[in-house]
Structure formats: C-alpha cells, structure tokens
C-alpha cells in the first residue's frame, strides 16, 4: 500500500536532471565545428543553401528553428519539406531532382542516404548532414557505415557527446549555437525553446538528462511566448503540459504529413500573425479527424495471422501505417509492421519491450530496398515478391527472444487509498512533471463502489466512486461493458478545472 512518502521516493529514484548550466557544450557533436565553418563560408559567398527536413513533427520543428535562426543572418537559403507522397522519406535522388544548391543540410534525416550523398558528390553540392537515427552497421564489425558527406553531425556517432538520445531538432538547435558561436551572433537560442520542446516530446525521447533540462526550461518558454503559433494553442490548451503536447498538440501537426502536405505545420510554427496561425490550426485540426477516420476505418476491417512478428499488407493510406503498427503492438503485444501497397511495398514498423525491431530488420538487409529507425521504430522499403520471405524471415529471427521480451510497460506504481489522494498528492505528482518516455505518469490500482454514473458522450462516463466514506469523481473513455457495483481499476490522478478546482481521477482499466 503506498502513501506519499512512498510516492515521493519512487519518482525521484527515477530522475536524473541537470541544470541549465551544465547543458553539453556544442563541440562535443562530431564534425559540428566544420559543418558551421562550412556554412558560413557559403554565407559569405552568397552561396545558395537549402536545409531539408521531414515531415514529422521533429522534423518540422528542425525546420523551424533552423529558418527562424537563418532569416535573421541569410536570405539566400530555402527550406525543402518532403512530401510523404511524391517524394518519399528524406534526402533522395527524387527530391534532388526539384533542388538546385551550393550546399545541402539536413534536419532530422540523412543517416542513410547513401545514394544522395553519391549525387550530391557527382552534382559538386556540399552535403551536411544532422540527424538522431541510428546509422548503419559496416557488415560484420561494430563501426558505423556513412555517406560520403561534407560534413556528418549525429550525436550517435559522436563518442564524446554524454547523452545519445536526443531529437533531430535538438541537433539542428546545436548546430545554430555552432554557427552563432563562431559569427559572434547576438541570438537568444533560448527563444527556440518553445518550438524545441514540441519535438522532444513528439519524437518521445526519455525524459532525463538533457531533455529533462530542455523540456522544462521550453514548457516555460512556450506557455510565455509571444508567437502567434502558441497564441493560438493556448486558446485550446491552458498551461500546456508535456501531455498536451504528447496527446493534443503533436497529433494535429503530424497529420499535416500523415495526410496532405507538412509545409501546413511548418507555416504554422513560423506563422507572424495570430488569424493566419488560427486557419492553419484549424487545417491541422481537420486534417487529424481525417486521419483518426481513416485510421479506424483500417483497424475495423484487418484480420491478423497468429505469427510472433505481426506483418501485414494492403493498399492502406500511407500516412497512417505507422500509427496502425502501434495499435497492433498495443492490442497482441507483439512487433509490427504494416505496408503500404504501392509499386512496392513501403513500410512502418514498431517494437516493444526488449524487442529491438531495427536489429530485427538490418539482418534482413538482402530482403530490403532500403530501411532505417531505431530499437522501437522502423521504416522500410520491399519489393511485393520479397515480402513472403520476409515473414518468414523475420519470424525465424525473433525466436531469439523469450516470453519475457515481449512487454508492454503499465507503469503502476502500486495500491492506493482514496485516503491518500487530495491536493497535496496532486501537487507532488506535479512536481515530477514532465512525463514521457523514461518518466512516465504514475498509475495507482484501488478499488471503490459506484455511487453514480452519467454518461458524457460516446461510451465516455462520470462516476462518483466512493471508498470509506471518501467519495471521489473519475471518468473513464470509451468504456462499452457493463458496470458493476464495486470495481477494481487502474488509474492515474489529475487536477480537473472545469468548475473550480478539483481532484479527479482518470480510470484507465477495470480490473
């Protein structure tokens, strides 16, 4: 049985901060020193540089930072954004075709862009890449495998940079205090915070050390800014928290490139003006209820085989497949990979628990037009006759693993009493804030008797729970059982400020 001593003493064993001042010094990253002076030396040969993103929420936001850092020193510069749909993912010989430079940078993309690098070399275009993912293995050995680039700035192929973890957009923000450090610029990097915060949380990097730091000091900065994107999301979130943006915001500016075209995002985040920021949130809004229909209208009608790696295939809207992998791994805790059927196949893949799904599939290499992620995520490319042997293949590796492997963390910290729960419990849980990834929520176990029930909408109901005489209000979503008149559940604990201020819990399962 907890209390909140407890409590206390579980959550602070689980966070490692650090202070602002003893944030990683830019020149630990590998090659950032020679990226900026490259960078500057096309500035001051009014070269024409384009700096090309992706089209997820982290690399939008490396867009962002790095056209709002660059309008203020440059005008002959370009931000290129991919679409998902023409272009494919990242630095490609399809998006070289559109783009004329003296020199290339990318965002949050470019690790494995072997045959652009060759181009960009053939074409006489400096290529400097910045990226988080992870690079390829050389075959056989323990060193990483990179394109031939000007310059490559990756924190995981940087021995001295402490912590590995961290966002594409994060790089892209090092890399302007790289070139704000040797120009002598006087800009703020602090200003970045409120949009770098977005991507942390978006990209789910854990939650310590230096993200912890970033995340803290860019929820501040974006609760306080004065641009009109976080004008406009303070409208429809009060004191936006890392849920906010882990549920509510980062959804909305994904859809732009799940659906139609990221450059919706990225106009909103660089947006000058309040009404046009308000059009664009709107675009985004409606352009997330496009993808939460066609995502359900996916799941609703997929039949799944019993293999211990989930593969799948059909012509499904490309732009959710990713989304529909992480409901797979959630509903059979197993790995997944669904396709988009296209002249090829192209695919998203996600993991769990100790399953690294990125291992999985580089030892696939043979099988693959191309591939890269990390431990939890992938994308990949196949041929439609190879995806058979696929399968096959990938449900042969993972016999590597045991049952043990295969876990979806729930987080419960133990067994609770309605005895425990009031503001001051409120206001500890508050204090460990942000939660995320490497630091998630607290979740309690209880049981209490139903008092009442009202529904709200949509299978979504208002209980008053009572507990020796301690009565408390909670709600539970998309609840279709029956409720019977003591329970046993699962929940967290939030503040509800609808009408005034109270304690309210959030079932979110019947035991």
């Not at 010989?93 to 993309?109: C, G, W």
């Not at 056989?140 to 000007?150: D, S, V």
């Not at 002598?184 to 854990?206: G, H, Q, W, Y």
């Not at 988009?340 to 030892?363: A, P, T, V, W, Y």
Request: glycine content about 6%; some cysteine.
């Amino acid at each position: 049985m907890l209390n909140k001593e407890k409590i206390k003493q579980i959550l602070s064993s689980r966070i490692e901060e650090i202070s602002s001042m003893q944030i990683p010094h830019f020149s630990l990253l590998r090659d950032i020193e020679k990226a900026s002076k490259r960078i500057i030396k096309a500035i001051k040969r009014k070269e024409k540089i384009v700096i090309l993103g992706d089209y997820d929420v982290d690399g939008v936001s490396s867009s962002a930072i790095m056209y709002l850092f660059f309008k203020n020193i440059y005008t002959n510069f370009e931000i290129v954004i991919p679409n998902r749909f023409i272009h494919g993912y990242g630095l490609n010989a399809k998006i070289l075709d559109e783009i004329e430079a003296d020199l290339i940078i990318t965002v949050d993309n470019g690790i494995t862009a072997f045959e652009a690098a060759w181009i960009c070399k053939k074409r006489g275009i400096d290529l400097i890449i910045t990226d988080h993912h992870t690079p390829n293995l050389t075959l056989n050995t323990q060193h990483f495998h990179l394109p031939e680039a000007y310059a490559v700035v990756n924190p995981k192929t940087s021995p001295d940079f402490p912590f590995k973890e961290i966002c594409g957009a994060e790089v892209a923000w090092y890399l302007c205090a790289a070139i704000k450090s040797e120009m002598k610029l006087n800009i703020d990097l602090r200003e970045f915070l409120d949009i770098l915060v977005l991507a942390i949380i978006a990209d789910v990097m854990p939650l310590n050390h230096l993200n912890r730091t970033l995340v803290n000091m860019g929820l501040k900065k974006l609760n306080a800014s004065k641009r009109a994107f976080s004008r406009v999301l303070k409208r429809y979130f009060n004191n936006i928290k890392s849920t906010n943006v882990a549920f509510g915001i980062a959804p909305r500016l994904n859809a732009a490139g799940r659906m139609d075209n990221a450059k919706v995002a990225f106009e909103f985040l660089i947006s000058e003006d309040e009404n046009e920021a308000l059009e664009l949130y709107l675009e985004l809004d409606r352009l997330n209820n496009l993808r939460k229909e066609t995502e359900s209208d996916i799941l609703d009608n997929l039949e799944i085989n019993n293999d211990d790696f989930i593969l799948i295939k059909g012509n499904f809207h490309e732009g959710v497949i990713g989304i529909i992998a992480s409901r797979l791994v959630h509903k059979y805790n197993k790995p997944a990979i669904v396709f988009s059927e296209k002249e090829n196949l192209k695919g998203s893949g996600r993991s769990l628990g100790n399953i690294d799904i990125f291992d999985l599939i580089s030892g696939c290499g043979e099988l693959l037009e191309g591939f890269g992620g990390h431990k939890m995520a992938c994308g990949l490319s196949i041929k439609k006759e190879n995806f058979d042997k696929l399968q096959k293949k990938l449900n042969e590796k993972i016999k590597k693993y045991n049952k043990d492997d295969f876990f979806i963390e729930d987080f419960v910290l133990g067994e609770l009493s309605f005895s425990e729960i009031d503001f001051e419990l409120l206001d500890i849980l508050n204090s460990y804030e942000p939660y995320g990834e490497g630091n998630p929520k607290p979740k309690f176990i209880t049981s209490a008797k139903i008092e009442n029930v009202r529904n709200l909408k949509d299978n979504h109901y208002k209980l008053i729970l009572s507990q020796n005489d301690i009565f408390l209000p909670a709600v539970i979503f998309r609840y279709d059982g029956e409720f019977e008149e003591e329970i046993k559940f699962k929940f967290s604990v939030e503040e509800n400020n609808f009408r005034g201020r109270e304690v309210q819990l959030i079932i979110e399962e019947i035991i």
